[in-house]
């Protein structure tokens, strides 16, 4: 089928002898391209090529501005705005600043009377026109919000004229205000140029005001003529559809002279059309890959056809490369890849992350001096980046102890929990090299061009390591970024009062989000990768469109513009109705002349972008296919294959290898109360941490946890029994203050416990240690303190599994005391609540025991911790012939032994351990009793039926360490 391009060249071929004086306007560069090459092959003897240019191109070329770059049209416009408004911040201005250059484009491209526009947003027009619609006796508030609300308009109008004025001084402008320009001078600029015989406007479907005032001005004195590309199917047969809706009142209105063309191929040709629903986007690459190698493989390699996959949804760009087969070499790539998507501005947004948020502290030599620190976290996320890890692996020689810089760093900074680290801690760890000293030298407030030089160095730094990299994209990236660099040292000399970091960042990632890679590719390739405004003016017989969702194409209904709807539609301003005319023009005129189309979409509700069909497919199914017979329409659903998987056996079966290891744990390492808790609550935690010998990922923490609070409060109670209490001697309030101060910085160095939660954590648990001490110190009668954090090991030998086995337990006790009575009590201290298993449940001798066995709750935990305590006490009087405590022997069977909690909660009652294995004073019936149960729990713990298994207490998951490993 003869191409629309083709078409235009024989017409124009036809109708010249030479080229010479004749102009050809396209939409996009892409297609100027493409119709030189369809000139050059309908031409039978060698001419000179008229000009053949792109839209934009055309209107530069003429005007007698010139176009100014975006990063001073940015600083002209804050200057321009600052004038107007003195108080105007420049963070606030960034942005709302890119939407407002949107809108004065568009005024100025649809010669919109901004007198008229202005007053319509007035204040008194916009309260009339609210007013009507509001009900009898209500009346508008318009103080507050609303003042602001109308001043920014006030502001725009003045803005508006005055930003002109300055551009103009300096002989520049911005796009729209170009072709303003040209369409009030066209007279002057274009109808009066002689070396002009004809132009030819082609391939366009929607004009702003700009374009049609200079082309009708054109046409009427014919110098001009316009050639469409439109269908009878959305042009005659079916108006409902909104591609045809300004081509329609064109051609009604008569105004760009005879209309030059209507096929009806629509209608007439024969078209496959296969759907897909996908279930994700990305999956949709995938699919779209596998198609063209089904297309390649059914098309005969002396006669390629010329195929398309089209983007709706840009930023599947890099995943649809990935996902051709690697014999595909003959593409093009008309899309550039935004620098946003790319590593390196994630690399750049960390490093000004870094340094915008520095901690200041107050140095501990003088108030008045302040240090900047920078967060664990920016640290971390830059010394963990791809490309600074790429460096390290090429450029890093690792130290005598096998770890490089980085890796030491990073181990240090969470081995020592240190929250804020200053620059010269930074550097010292990474032994001044020269990456360390550009990545974590502190920037001054206002001195962008320390900034601009820290890139350059590490631009430097990283060429070298790329320089032979594989991926060519980084590369790029790097060298995209270094013109970018130069760009903004230009800026900052010449706008240097303006220039903050703060205004430095935000120009600069302005400016990366307009920067985009350009591929380089051979243009007449077989096979074009492209969006969907690069399809204006170009056909191909097979199509593949990715991301045919409602709210990709066309795009969601937003509005992004500060111009309310109702004074855009007004004034003739573009609205989302005008751009859905727009893409529906450009999908229906891809299918015109394509034989075999594959249209994706995102079919699942819960993925990015997907949900519904965009209504382009339906009107395709249900309105296209019935005007055209000759349309095949498929409907197929990509579905993930069900393929046969053996399930994971969720539970740890015991051979005779996993026997012998944990015989060797119960004689080496040994039982501890919580080893019982957690082997009872989840034996899948108890393998894995005991057994396997699973460690929890060490983290830099910046709140202090009950962990933490629970191990200094113990560590500073267990240093005032022993240079008080143990002495019978009470320590005063300042001193308990300096021990749990000094025990604080002894453990926790790394924390900042002057603000923030932290500092009430702190205060928290100083009170609760004054407070229980104060109580402890004023009791009467008082028990004595006998020993602090006492260790205590046994090693006896229980018959388990019908063998004789050796097992170690043990446990530390927090305090032993001794009552008036003669009665030894262990006591063991908790930060938290502490709630124990009523007596109730444990009065029954036969149900108390098997409550001790295997209740995995947590208040009988607490319980069994105090039995094993009791245990260990009556274990360790009766192998050692007593217990030997402040120079006195407590024997077995002298002394009863009791337990219990002082909670930091409660610090004024002690809770007592409500279970009573034995009937009065009876250590030795209470050993005996005790061991059976052990024996039991034991014999569980060795019984090869009885696997490790997963606890079905799902509460019991939410603070287990391995909770990623279970897959919980």
Known sequence: MQSFLNLVARHILDHHA???????????????????????KETKEPMMSPQVMAVDDFVESICTLDIEDPVHLLFDLYETFREIDPDVQFDRFMGWASVLLSDLDKIDQYLVKTDYLFDY??????????????????????????????????????VYSSFRNRLLQKGKAYRGMAYRELAEDVDILLLRKADQEKIYFTGFNAFTESEKVIISALIKTGKAEVLWDTDRYYMTENTGVEAGKSLREYQKSKAFGAWNWTTDHLLTSEKNITIYGVPNA???????????????????????????????????????????????????????????????????????????NVVEFRNKSGKTIRIPKFSHKSIDKILNHPFIRHYEHVALDSL??????????????????????????????????????????????????????????????????YKDYKNALET??????????????????????????????????????????????????????????????LDFEKIIILSLNEGMLPQAKRQNSLIPFDAAQAVGLPTHQHQEAVMSYHFYRLLQRAKEVHILYTSTNDAVGGGEKSRFIRQVEYELSQYNPLIHIENRTVVFENRLHTEFDEVIRKDDAMISAIREYLDTK??????????????????????VGVEEKEEVE??????????????????????FFLLDTDPSEEQIKLVLREEFDRRFRGYVTDLGLNRIYYQIGEQQILTFLKHHMAQVPRNKVLAAEQPLRVRTQFILQ??????????????????????????????????????????????????????????????????????????????????????????????????????????????????????????????????????????????PDVPFRKTDDLNVCKFCDFVGICGR
């Open 18 to 40: 030479s080229l010479e004086k004749v102009s050809i306007v396209v939409p996009t560069r892409r297609a100027a391209f493409f119709l030189v090459q369809e000139l050059a």
């Open 121 to 158: 947003l007035s204040e008194a027009r916009a309260i009339t026109r609210w007013q009507e619609n509001l009900p009898d006796g209500k009346t508008l508030q318009t103080e507050g919000g609303a003042k602001q609300y109308f001043s920014l308009f006030e502001n725009i109008k003045l």
């Open 282 to 356: 990305t999956l949709q690459t995938k699919v779209a890959g596998q198609l063209y190698k089904l297309i390649r493989e059914a098309e005969d390699p002396e006669n390629p056809v010329s195929t398309a996959i089209v983007l709706a949804d840009e930023n599947l760009l890099l995943p649809m490369l990935y996902s051709l087969d690697e014999t595909v070499k003959d593409l093009n790539v008309t899309m550039g890849l935004s620098m946003r998507n790319s590593l390196l501005y994630t690399l750049i947004d960390s490093i000004f992350e870094l340094q915008q």
């Open 400 to 465: 005598p102890e096998g770890q490089t810089i980085i890796q030491r760093t990073l181990f240090e900074i969470t081995n020592n929990n240190q929250v804020f680290l200053s620059s010269e801690e930074l550097l010292l760890a990474g032994d001044n090299h020269p990456l360390f000293k550009i990545l974590f030298t502190h920037w001054q407030k206002n001195n962008p061009k320390q900034a601009i030089r820290a890139f350059y160095e590490l631009i430097e730094l990283l060429r070298e390591v």
């Open 476 to 537: 790029e990236y790097l060298y995209l970024f270094y013109t970018l660099l130069k760009q903004f040292e230009q800026t900052i000399e010449e706008k240097s009062e303006l220039i903050t970091l703060r205004t430095l960042r935000s120009f600069m990632f302005e400016l990366i989000r307009q920067t985009r890679i350009p591929f380089s590719g051979e243009p007449v390739s077989n096979l074009q990768i492209m969006g969907m405004l690069e399809t204006r003016a």
């Open 670 to 691: 040994g039982v501890y109360p919580t080893h019982l808790n957690e082997f009872i609550r989840c034996s899948m935690q108890f393998y894995l941490k005991h057994i």
């Open 702 to 723: 910046e709140e202090l946890g009950m962990d933490k609070i629970g191990t200094w409060l113990h560590a500073a109670l267990e240093r005032l029994d022993q240079e």
């Open 802 to 943: 019908g063998s004789y086995t050796p097992v170690r337990i043990g446990g530390k006790i927090d305090r032993i005391e001794l009552s008036e009575d003669g009665t030894l009590y262990v006591m063991d201290y908790k930060t938290g609540s502490v709630e124990l298993t009523g007596k109730q449940k444990l009065a029954d001798p036969i149900k108390r025991e098997e409550v001790i066995r295997t209740d995995p709750d947590r208040k009988m935990g607490y319980v069994r911790q105090l039995w094993m305590y009791e245990y260990l006490m009556y274990r360790k009087m009766l192998d050692d012939k007593g217990l030997n405590l402040q120079n006195k022997t407590y024997a077995f069977g002298d002394y009863a032994v009791k337990s219990g909690f002082y909670s930091f909660r409660d610090p004024k009652n002690l809770i007592a351990n409500p279970l009573e294995l034995t009937e009065g004073l009876n250590p030795s019936d209470f050993l005996i009793k005790s061991e059976l149960i052990l024996t039991d729990i034991l014999n569980v713990l060795l019984d």
